[in-house]
């Protein structure tokens, strides 16, 4: 019975998925936008190609995405870009903080905290963003002027953000990863994770799960409603420098002291490809389109994933060691912050061509931004559901219903969901007689015994047992009975 439930259960999600295709061809029309490639000549390979080569084969508007910020005197820089992709946050260790419009270059503000700052990251729109400095959190509207102060958050040396849940994720360097929900200012959960330091950290897109790196080589999985990890891996023998998911959640890359890059599948929790770098990665990102961006001291290397060729798709060279690594969603474009200032470099066909404007919006207006803020957080997923499996949300486990069930019937001593005792109503005239009462009862007590049987299983030759036959009364013992006629 569990073999044939399965293959129905296989069939119907066959079907589904011929369904969503159908659906997604017809939605192709809809969709103008191709991503872009970059093609090498005979005997060529593109990772000879330089940003210069790419910024004059492209048109003027896509050239002039290629620039680079020279900050000499408060790097090396740590970056983050908004969801929609249209504003950059820049963050130097000795206190130099900078948003701007990157595709426009409007700078929407600039500050100096006068502290050192170790991580910054952008919340749920462009009009907030967090800044981890060397004592405590603090949030900074897009004016630069300072909203609030956590000094429940000491310490923090990596941040994420956790868009459909509004939660600020911290790793500290005491070892406690905790949980902000900005939407109510509070903090959801605080994990002491006896992993040390914790310089490595990355979100998985698809469930909303943190991955944190340790210096004993282990990635350890988190959620705010578990104390312990959810999955604890060894990925190398040297501890971890760098982390990334990709954005269906299906691959994870991380890199380690001993020089290797590794992509593990999670959904078997095991190395797929393995590659030693020259110099060892410290940064790693995921693109929209699944390509990899791997910095290794000044150079950044570019490769797809999931198969990882040893020679890489693209490869340029920093003018001092990488200190950041992202790459701009919508947007054939990754970002790399260094000790010289930012440099924004061109990959074609790392960026989802086509965007969804009721999601992430890149040109949306102020009215449009406050109307998507309301919508976001009414449709707000709470931190009680962030699970490895979101598909089990929608299951109902019935043994716990059941056993809920018992337990209220022996804590009230009734079934307060039990059908009450049918009662026939009195009639006038005669109706009400002990005749009419009793055929009446026995009406309803014939359509729930035909309700019952119509709900019980078919009958099958497994559950049909042979009524027992009555014995003989001489195979008994018993004396025969002789009927005497006169």
Request: charged fraction near 25%; proline fraction near 7%.
């Amino acid at each position: 019975a569990s073999s044939q439930r399965l293959r129905s259960h296989l069939k119907l999600v066959g079907r589904q998925e011929e369904l969503a295709a159908a659906r997604a061809a017809r939605l192709d029309l809809l969709l103008p936008e191709e991503p872009g490639f970059l093609e090498a000549d005979p005997g060529e390979d593109t990772c000879t190609v330089s940003q210069g080569d790419i910024a004059a084969a492209v048109d003027i508007a896509s050239a002039a995405k290629h620039f680079e910020l020279r900050l000499e005197q408060f790097g090396p820089y740590r970056l983050d870009y908004t969801r929609p992709g249209r504003h950059l946050l820049l963050g130097g260790r000795r206190g130099h903080v900078a948003a701007l419009d990157w595709q426009t270059k409007t700078l929407m503000c600039e500050i100096n905290v006068m502290e050192t700052v170790t991580d910054v990251a952008w919340l749920h729109a462009e009009t907030m963003f967090a800044v981890a400095q060397r004592r405590w959190l603090y949030v900074y509207d897009n004016q630069g002027v300072e909203l609030n102060c956590l000094k429940r958050f000491p310490g923090v040396l990596r941040m994420q953000f956790l868009p459909y849940h509004f939660l600020l994720a911290t790793a500290s360097e005491t070892g406690f990863l905790q949980y902000l929900d900005v939407s109510v200012g509070k903090e959801v959960a605080a994990t002491c994770t006896r992993g040390g330091r914790l310089a490595v950290m990355a979100q998985n897109p698809a469930n909303a799960v943190v991955h944190l790196g340790h210096s004993n080589g282990t990635v350890t999985l988190w959620s705010p409603n578990v104390k312990e990890p959810l999955v604890r891996m060894l990925c190398h023998r040297g501890a971890i420098r760098a982390l990334a998911v990709d954005r269906s959640g299906t691959y994870m890359a991380t890199a380690g002291l001993d020089r290797k890059l590794q992509l593990f599948d999670l959904r078997t929790y095991r190395p797929l490809h393995a590659l030693v770098l020259p110099q060892g990665a410290a940064h790693l990102d995921f693109s929209q389109r699944g390509l990899l961006a791997a910095a290794c001291a000044d150079v950044v290397q570019v490769r797809p994933s999931p198969s990882l060729p040893r020679k890489p798709y693209l490869c340029h060279r920093l003018p001092l060691p990488a200190h950041g690594l992202r790459f701009c969603p919508y947007e054939d474009v990754l970002g790399a912050g260094h000790g010289a200032g930012f440099t924004s470099l061109l990959v074609p066909g790392a960026g989802e061509a086509n965007f969804d404007a009721l999601e992430n919006n890149p040109y949306r207006s102020r009215k449009q931004r406050q109307e998507w803020e309301v919508k976001a957080l009414l449709e707000k997923i709470p931190a009680e559901l962030i699970t490895l499996d979101p598909t089990c949300l929608d299951r109902v486990d019935t043994a716990s219903m059941e056993q809920k069930r018992q337990e209220k019937i022996q804590r009230l001593g009734f079934d307060p969901h039990a059908k009450a005792k049918f009662r026939p109503r009195r009639k006038a005239k005669g109706g009400s007689s002990a005749g009419s009462l009793l055929r009446r009862k026995r009406k309803v007590a014939h359509e729930e015994q035909r309700v019952r049987c119509g709900s019980s299983p078919p009958l099958t030759p497994k559950n049909l047992t042979p009524h027992p036959k009555k014995p003989h009364p001489s195979a008994l013992g018993e004396p025969k009975r002789v009927r005497v006629v006169r």
